[in-house]
């Protein structure tokens, strides 16, 4: 097997020349945002096996700089919805990790009050709107959260992270069509990652018309982007969601990415021969999170010794939320009968 999916943006090693407009302080922030992402990513995986995370799991490493970098330009009370690969955005978006761990484990106390587990994490006080399971599922309600935010005047913008497949479902171009008619303050974000399960990208659309290019036809601004970089990922959206608190509408962009493990689960799955283990290794040379920590240490904004000291609190934070996750209260039989609804 030949590596087919090759990266195709800068790469942080040639980066020295980026400059930023943001200070040390945010930067550092977004750094460490996404260490953190990546080693509460490793300790859900490394538990998985215990099977006592009752929830199936679609773990984002590799994706860390889309959801830092984009929900970094949002405020709390803009909305976001995804799929069901949710833990970098809740967590991103402000999301506490112990309702997170505590959802994973079907806790009562859960971001979700146990009913979602990780494809379905909610949590309105950090305007983690939802996440849905069905493939292109949030598309349309996070624009319908735009056009309450248009109607209603308010200063808000609504995000809707996709993945590659979700562009082949029609309720995704049936949203950006009347996003883009109403002029809706809305980001529709995908993360190519060039797979939907085992079926690579190209098994699925026509070659040589790239996703963003599909957008740009509905009239909309459209752009690719390098979603390795998280100062790419935030430059862009952060001029989108300018675009559209000013009332000039939605934008698409697209992020290249790579997801470094299997479709769910844990661990990688290339073996089952749908994509080159080579591929993998390919694109882990480019990791966001390395990457950015290589700039930083370039541009003398940060030190070992910092990484460190971050690396041993989110040790710590991780260990005490797993820790009130796993001792946290299972759902009573009662439960079953509150949050439901008839007619
Ligand atoms: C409407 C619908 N069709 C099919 C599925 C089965 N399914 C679950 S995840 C997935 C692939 C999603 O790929 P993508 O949207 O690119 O996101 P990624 O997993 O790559 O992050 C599919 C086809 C589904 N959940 N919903």
């Not at 930023?20 to 996404?34: N, P, Q």
């Not at 290794?281 to 950015?292: L, R």
């Amino acid at each position: 097997m030949a590596i087919k999916n090759k990266y195709k943006g800068n790469g942080f090693q040639s980066h020295e020349n980026q400059n930023s407009s943001l200070s040390k302080e945010i930067l550092v922030g977004l750094y460490r945002d996404m260490l953190r992402i990546r080693r509460i990513e490793e300790a859900i995986e490394s538990r998985y096996h215990e099977d006592e995370m009752k929830s199936p799991i679609h773990l984002v490493m590799g994706h860390e700089a889309i959801s830092v970098g984009s929900c970094s330009t949002l405020k709390i009370d803009d909305l976001i919805y995804c799929g069901h690969r949710t833990h970098g955005h809740y967590l991103a978006k402000g999301g506490s990790l112990k309702g997170m761990l505590s959802e994973l484990y079907c806790r009562a106390n859960g971001c979700s009050g146990s009913r979602g587990g990780s494809m379905h994490l909610l949590d309105k006080s950090v305007g983690m709107a939802g996440s849905s399971a069905i493939v292109a599922g949030a598309i349309p309600i996070a624009t319908g959260a735009a056009l309450s935010f248009q109607l209603k005047q308010q200063d808000r913008v609504s995000v809707a992270y996709l993945g590659d497949a979700a562009t082949e479902e029609g309720a995704c171009w049936e949203a950006v069509n009347f996003a883009a008619l109403k002029k809706l303050p809305v980001i529709f974000f995908c993360e190519n990652n060039f797979f939907s399960v085992c079926s690579p990208l190209e098994v699925r659309q026509p070659p040589n018309v790239e996703i963003y290019r599909k957008a740009e036809g509905f009239g909309l601004p459209a752009v690719q982007i390098d979603g390795t970089n998280i100062l790419d990922v935030y430059d862009s959206t952060q001029e989108a969601v300018a675009r559209a608190r000013k009332g000039d509408g939605p934008t698409f962009i697209e992020a290249l990415t790579y997801r470094w493990r299997g479709h769910g689960g844990a661990g990688d799955d290339s073996a089952s021969g749908y994509r080159d283990p080579e591929e993998v290794q390919h694109w882990e040379q480019y990791c966001p999170v390395d990457g950015f920590y290589d700039y930083l240490i370039k541009m003398n904004l940060y030190s070992k010794a910092e990484k460190d000291l971050a690396e041993k609190e989110i040790k710590e934070e991780i260990e005490e939320a797993f820790d009130f996750a796993i001792s946290s209260p299972n759902p009573q039989e009662i439960d079953l009968y509150t949050h439901v609804y008839s007619q």
